[in-house]
């Protein structure tokens, strides 16, 4: 078995509370969570992106944090870059990527192999998908390309989808579809992370968004509401031509979500920001499994793929 730990949406910042979100208090409890993780028997723990939120100096602290838990604590950290990791000021963004240990453009993958059972093989792959987005661009360039990006996404009402989002480019699209090609023939099972989610169903959604999707269970295409990946079809495109991929984590939507589509478990974390106690999991990668455990507020979820 393969286990690490698994967080989203911190959201830490020296600010005051705010649409149920309790900015301050997410400092407490990540730094309670990485005492928690540093006594565990894990390969990694993974932040699913939005770690703070607003400001460099906000930024800096929970880097600080990140650093003592990896010095003091043995805890080995691995990043999702979230749309608020990018609100601090444009002459900083760059510096973002080197914040958590990455090279821009910010996405990247690793493979993980089970001790006790050497068939049980996993490569994990990371999304990008703030790579064109206003939110993340540097240059005015950078803003006009993101900006017709979004344009051309429009939703079936003719409405253009969230810019607190953005679209993963063409060539990460090649580079995803070239990797899972590479874990197809190698025999590995596949876990792809982002901080974005695609899918879940309706009947794992109890949401101020649509109070009324718990009645039914149909598939929610997030990217079609227009508050996920603006093309994230194009990436679920991808994901259904590849039979390594079982499984696609996320964060973003802080309510979570689950949903089984075409053989792939799709899990969508709770935010810890608007959790009154706290929320984080720890994930077990099985040759024919994966296992969410859930901590306080974070469900827990079996998906056994064929």
Known sequence: MI???AVADVQYGDLDDKIGRHYRKSYEKLLSLAGEFSKENI????????????????????????????????????????????????????????????????????????????????????????????????????????????????????SEP???????????????????????????????????????????????RAPLTSLIDVGIYYSDLGVSTWNGREILEILDRHPSVKAYMSGHLHEGSYGERNNVAHVTLKGLVETTKTAYSYVELNKTSIRVDGIEEQPSYEFKFL
């Open 162 to 208: 969230h810019n607190y989002n953005g679209s993963v480019s063409d060539k990460q699209l090649k580079w995803l579809d070239d990797t899972l090609k590479t874990a197809d023939s190698d025999n590995f099972n596949v876990l792809v992370c982002s901080h974005f989610p695609l899918y879940a169903s309706s009947s794992s959604i109890k949401s101020k």
């Open 43 to 158: 390969a990694f723990a993974m932040n699913f992106g939005d770690a703070y939120d607003t400001g460099w100096e906000n930024a800096l602290a929970i880097k600080e944090l990140f650093d003592v838990s990896e010095k003091k604590g043995g805890v080995h950290w691995r990043h999702v870059l979230g749309n608020h990791d990018f609100s601090v000021p444009d002459e900083k963004k760059s510096e973002v990527y080197e914040l958590f240990g990455l090279k821009k453009p910010g996405y990247y993958d690793f493979k993980l192999e089970d001790s006790d059972d050497r068939t049980n093989r996993w490569h994990v792959v990371v999304l990008n998908g703030n790579e064109i987005s206003s939110y993340a661009s540097e240059t005015k360039e950078e803003k006009e390309a993101a900006k017709e990006e979004r344009a051309r996404r429009k939703l079936a009402d003719g």
């Open 3 to 5: 286990r690490f730990a």
